[in-house]
């Protein structure tokens, strides 16, 4: 339940972010460059101050994403007692007479003929 909770607000954090990440200038562009002069005359919001409060926004969301993942794994349900799918399942199904020694194995390699005769005339 906690995790589920977690990961939905992390979710919400990673659209934020990118609705942030959009939002900042690139080379005079964006909301501080061009929007926010247009804004009642570029007196309410100026174009520096939007850039300071977009970067502090990213830092601010990037720092709790950062934290929740990090909480996040210490929150997953561990049901297994320390084994994962494969340890719990694999392990009572194996025959230990099927794996053979590399000496009992059949060779990869092609056995190579002595008894061929090859005539090359020309």
Do not use: H, W
């Amino acid at each position: 339940m906690l995790y589920a909770i977690i990961v939905s607000l992390i979710a919400i954090i990673c659209v934020l972010l990118i609705v942030v990440v959009l939002l900042q200038p690139g080379q005079k562009e964006g909301l501080s460059g061009g929007l926010a002069a247009g804004m009642a005359g570029g007196a309410a919001m100026g174009a520096r101050r939007t850039a300071d409060l977009l970067s502090k926004t990213t830092s601010i969301l990037a720092a709790l994403f950062l934290s929740l993942s990090v909480l996040a794994n210490f929150a997953i349900d561990r049901d297994g007692g320390g084994q994962s799918t494969i340890q719990q399942t694999g392990i009572e199904n194996v025959d230990p007479s099927d794996f053979r020694a590399p000496s009992q194995t059949e060779s990869a390699v092609p056995q190579q003929q002595d008894d061929v005769d090859i005539d090359i005339e020309n």
